[in-house]
């Protein structure tokens, strides 16, 4: 049994909140169970210097956690004067996984930064970060068509993200904090909507596993991003198109 008593392929509870940033081009809150991430959208008509005239566009990210985030006080990274290690490399991934699913090309000499800010931190906070991303990015692009700055949405596609993971109870989809920290295998799996992998993290944190634990945990993490891009779609449909 679950420490949270869900069956093994269930996702915890999803809802993405638009527009909650009031002055960003795209916005969205993503809650999963306990996880809550802001992810904010901004637009610049400028671009880095190593793009500078070559007319493609740049999506990128930034990545941090509230102070209290976690159960104990973390101290911010900015009084440190420096990003940790994990920060980095969770921007960078979540960086690589938007700019999979956009054209640059079409999106010309746009920057697109998305600031992922973790409020709560229940496990999965990368995986939260990348769906609601998404979201966020899909919302600035349509602002950007509806004000006649680009002819057309540049996303080729969606990209979400699900953690899944080898615990006591087996192979299980979407872990919580319980869960990651005891699990002997923790893996994060990008994906796209159109069934392509932008990205997996495995790792085997005491033996190493089976290919065939592997296929498992694939077919879970397919599972929950179905679920994952089904709540995209919703938000950015209320965002658009709300009732009147």
């Not at 901004?42 to 159960?71: C, D, I, Q």
């Not at 920060?87 to 991934?93: A, G, H, P, S, V």
Request: hydrophobic content about 40%; overall charge neutral; aromatic content about 4%.
């Amino acid at each position: 049994m679950r420490p949270s008593g869900r069956e093994a392929g269930q996702m915890r509870p999803i809802l993405i909140e638009t527009g909650f940033s009031h002055h960003a081009e795209g916005s969205a809150l993503i809650r999963v169970g306990g996880t809550e991430v802001l992810c904010t959208a901004s637009v610049e008509s400028r671009v880095p210097a190593f793009l500078r005239g070559k007319g493609s566009g740049w999506v990128t990210a930034e990545y941090g956690m509230l102070p209290r985030a976690t159960h104990a006080r973390g101290n911010r990274e900015a009084a440190r004067g420096k990003q940790s290690g994990r920060t980095q490399e969770i921007q960078r991934l979540i960086g690589r996984s938007l700019r999979a699913v956009t054209d640059l090309k079409a999106l010309g000499e746009i920057c697109i930064t998305l600031d992922c800010d973790v409020l709560n931190a229940d496990g999965g906070t990368r995986c939260a970060s990348i769906t609601g991303a998404w979201v966020a990015l899909r919302l600035a692009l349509g602002k950007l068509v509806a004000n006649r700055v680009l002819p057309r949405i540049p996303l080729t596609g969606q990209v979400a993200a699900v953690s899944c993971g080898l615990t006591n109870a087996g192979a299980v989809l979407d872990l919580d904090y319980a869960e990651d920290s005891a699990a002997s295998a923790d893996t994060n799996f990008v994906l796209s909507a159109d069934h392509r992998i932008v990205e997996i993290q495995a790792t085997a944190e005491q033996a190493p596993f089976a290919e065939d634990a592997f296929n498992t945990l694939f077919t879970l993490a397919r599972k929950g991003a179905g679920e994952l891009f089904e709540a995209q779609l919703k938000a950015v449909n209320a965002a658009e198109h709300p009732r009147t």
